[in-house]
């Protein structure tokens, strides 16, 4: 958009050159290797037995397809909007490049407030902060093409932040079980963001607006995010459990109910539609929900029978949720969630968190054998599968607690006239941020728009 003068002249190298030297600083004070990384378990010259005992190697795959999620899957997903593709990645790149950085700092923090020290870093840090990038990329799907990067890095400050505080209650202190996240990090993120956007509600944006859509090209960009996410999924509710037998069932439960999950989503898509036709936003988007509602019981004894009904679930209701309840909140409820996270991780992460809680409420020695305090480390005479179950449920009313409080704060924070938000005419658009080869006269005219819209405020 040549010639465009836009408020992120100064705003955006400010916000980011401060933030990084922010993190820098701190990183330098706070932080250090720890003791994989570090050379304190021991160094060998030659590759030993010893060796593979390091996190690295069991921890680096799973990482490395989590990372994969974050920054091709996630980015390639929202690319679906026919004018906002270099924001949807590129913003997406910036924002989890810079959360992943905060995240290691705030997790570390409250991880050793009961120890003291400094905080220590491997590649199990590493994926916690990716996990916890992936909740803020969720919300960013439900502000999308309506926020300044600005904003958008300053919800990451606070989202991170109250991310880390509900992960440390429910992980640490009411010891509920969430390996690949249902609670944490989808349902948390889902409303957390849809909060926000209804704060920043605009009345004069609606569906009908040309570029609140897709084109055929831009649904297939969509459809590699979704491949993506939806072939790395029992990498992600997987990475962090116990190596063995549990990670390798967390993965086999995850993967059946994917695939459960797909039909489900094809099914209830030609049904829903009375020519009997698919549509490519439920393709895109539902068939991924049953990773997410695996999310809480995939490392648990829930069977490939149990998963494979679990994703035909969730595929079927998030469809109708992109069917019926996407208008309904944002026709009655004012809430325009862009990308229909509340379908997708909202939703879907509520399941996952029921069925979560069901499942620790039927484990017993006799389904887990020796490995039940492997899952359940608190379950013991004194702390029956009733208490553990308690804990679940606890934990996913407390979850949404902190993420539509919390949501609502920052909402209000982010509609103050610091940030350079877009205006109405500017959403969804790239043009106002990027330089865009071969541009429309439609961006041009845009062009001139913000430029008068500059000058009205400097006289």
Known sequence: MAGASTSMRLRLPIACIA??????????????YDHDVSGEAGHKTNTTHHDYENEFYYRYPSF???HVMIFIGFGFLMTFLQRYGFSSVGFNFLIAAFSLQLATLVQGFLHTIMTGGKIHVGVESMINADFCTGSVLISFGAVLGKTSPVQMLTMAVFEVI????????????????????????HTFGAYFGL???????????????????????????????????????????????LHGDIQHRTALNTYYSL???????????????????????????????????????????ITPFGSMIVGFLAGAISVLGYRFITPFL???????????VHNLHGMPGILGAIVGAITSLAATKEHYGNGLTAVFPKITSDFP?????????????????????????VGFILKLPIYGAPSDSQCFEDGVYWEVPGEPE???ELAAVKSGEESEKLN
Request: aromatic share 8%; net charge negative.
């Open 19 to 32: 933030l990084e030297v922010i993190l820098i600083i701190l990183f330098g004070v706070a932080v250090e």
């Open 64 to 66: 490395q397809d989590v």
């Open 162 to 185: 109250l991310f880390s505080v509900n992960e440390f209650i429910l992980l640490s202190l009411l010891n509920a079980k969430d390996a690949g996240g249902s609670m944490t990090i």
């Open 195 to 241: 909060m926000v956007t209804r704060v920043l509600y605009r009345p004069n944006l609606d569906k009908s607006n040309k570029k609140n859509s897709s084109v055929y090209h831009s649904d297939i960009f969509a459809m590699i995010g979704t491949l993506y996410l939806w072939m790395f999924w029992p990498s992600f509710n997987s990475a962090i459990t």
């Open 259 to 301: 695939a459960a999950c797909t039909l489900s989503t094809y099914a209830f898509s030609a049904l829903l539609n009375h020519e009997g036709k698919l549509d490519m936003v439920h393709i895109q988007n539902a068939a991924l929900a049953g990773g997410v509602a695996l999310g809480t019981a995939a490392e648990m004894m």
């Open 330 to 340: 944002e026709s009655k409820l004012k809430i325009q969630d862009t990308c229909g």
């Open 385 to 409: 599968a009733s208490a553990q179950a308690g804990m679940q449920a606890i934990s996913l009313v407390v979850t949404l607690g902190i993420a539509l409080i919390g949501g609502i704060i």
């Open 442 to 444: 439609d961006c041009q």
